[in-house]
């Protein structure tokens, strides 16, 4: 199983971006769950938003309403769409998979990770 993070890079205060997350080699992708995290230097990985496999949501206070998680299972692609990006923002953002839990938001839950992707905001 792998997943693959893409998507981050240099975006100024006020700007977008839009991660993707697509699973490989993972059958019934549609029953996982899908959780963003992220990582800034010197502090632990925090869970950003989470999707069940029915389309439940999470999203962490520090992101909501700014940042929209999706999904296309028939892609087994899960998408994070980040507005208003903030300099406190920047961390290595990863995607990682789970199917015991309808939702988690603790890292330990999760089964799979992805490779990470960087995203920086800055002027």
């Known amino acids: 199983v792998q997943l693959q993070a893409s998507g981050g890079g240099l975006v100024q205060p006020g700007g977008s971006l839009r991660l993707s997350c697509v699973a490989d080699?993972?059958?019934?992708?549609?029953?996982?769950?899908v959780g963003w995290f992220r990582q800034a230097p010197g502090k632990e990985r925090e869970a950003v938003s989470c999707?069940?496999?029915?389309?439940?949501?999470y999203y962490s206070d520090s992101v909501k309403r700014r940042f929209t998680i999706s999904r296309d299972d028939a892609k087994s692609t899960v998408y994070l769409q980040m507005n208003s990006l903030k300099p406190e923002d920047t961390a290595v953002y990863y995607c990682?998979?789970?199917?015991?839990?309808?939702?988690?938001?603790?890292?330990?839950?999760?089964?799979?990770w992805g490779q990470g992707t960087q995203v920086t905001v800055s002027s």
């Open positions: 990682a998979a789970e199917r015991t839990l309808p939702i988690a938001t603790v890292a330990a839950e999760y089964d799979y």
């Open positions: 080699r993972i059958q019934d992708y549609d029953y996982y769950a």
């Open positions: 999707i069940s496999n029915s389309d439940a949501t």
